[in-house]
């Protein structure tokens, strides 16, 4: 079974300054996907970013980006010009790249605090 | 636009009066998902449909039940609601492609239990 860590339960960063978050995951599988999912204070959990596996490239989203170092099976993220908008719980996952019923395997999460 | 829609934003139910939330989306996806989620904490799997086909997870307490009467609309209903049971809960959907696998998720309902 695949299972996600995020070992910080809490960061701050200064607004306008870059932070990262952890993520570490373990799997069997050569072809996978990984997300990093932020979930606003009583709001919606929306999709940051997406990773491909097979890709060697790591994913960018504007001020988002990953660091994916597949052989260490580590997915970070890093948010450049933190924005008072950033503040959310951040959650790692894992999914399957085959089987129909793909489930999302979550970390425990990040609560991120911006400080202005 | 297309969205996942999740009805009502706020529950308040008595202990042990059966309750039920909906779920809608738009997107015609043929995968949908319930999570439960506690504070600070990660969502947590019940169930899912792809299509019609309901799959229950293992630790799915029997209170936890399910209804996919069409591909645009899910309910999740708690017959007999306890007070472990206040929680946010999460719909989502994702396309029967395997591609990219992404999940989109619904604002959630939280459930008030007195």
């Known amino acids: 079974a695949q299972t996600v860590t995020q070992s910080q339960p809490e960061m701050s960063v200064q607004e306008a300054e870059t932070v990262t978050l952890s993520c570490t995951y373990d799997?069997?599988?050569?072809?996978?996907?990984l997300f990093w999912y932020k979930q606003p204070p009583s709001r919606q959990m929306i999709l940051v970013i997406r990773?491909?596996?097979?890709?060697?490239q790591n994913a960018t989203e504007n001020r988002f980006s990953v660091n994916f170092q597949k052989a260490a099976k580590s997915f970070s993220l890093k948010i450049s010009d933190s924005q008072l908008g950033d503040a959310a719980m951040y959650f790692c996952?894992?999914?399957?790249?085959?089987?129909?019923?793909?489930?999302?395997?979550f970390g425990k999460g990040i609560t991120l605090s911006v400080r202005p | 636009d297309a969205m996942v829609i999740q009805n009502p934003r706020y529950q308040v139910t008595q202990f042990g009066k059966p309750v039920t939330l909906s779920c809608s989306q738009t997107?015609?996806?043929?995968?949908m998902y319930w999570y439960q989620q506690k504070s600070s904490q990660a969502p947590k799997l019940l169930f899912h449909?792809?299509?019609?086909?309901?799959?229950n997870e293992a630790d799915t307490p029997d209170n936890f039940q399910s209804r996919r009467p069409n591909t645009s609309f899910c309910f999740l209903d708690i017959r007999s609601p306890g007070l472990g049971d206040a929680a946010m809960y999460l719909c989502?959907?994702?396309?029967?492609?395997?591609?990219?696998?992404?999940?989109?998720f619904g604002p959630g309902t939280r459930l008030t239990v007195l």
């Open positions: 997107l015609n996806h043929n995968v």
């Open positions: 996952a894992y999914t399957s790249l085959t089987g129909a019923n793909s489930k999302l395997t």
């Open positions: 989502a959907t994702r396309g029967g492609r395997a591609y990219y696998n992404e999940q989109f």
């Open positions: 449909y792809y299509d019609k086909d309901f799959n």
């Open positions: 990773q491909e596996a097979y890709k060697q």
């Open positions: 799997t069997s599988e050569s072809d996978y996907y």
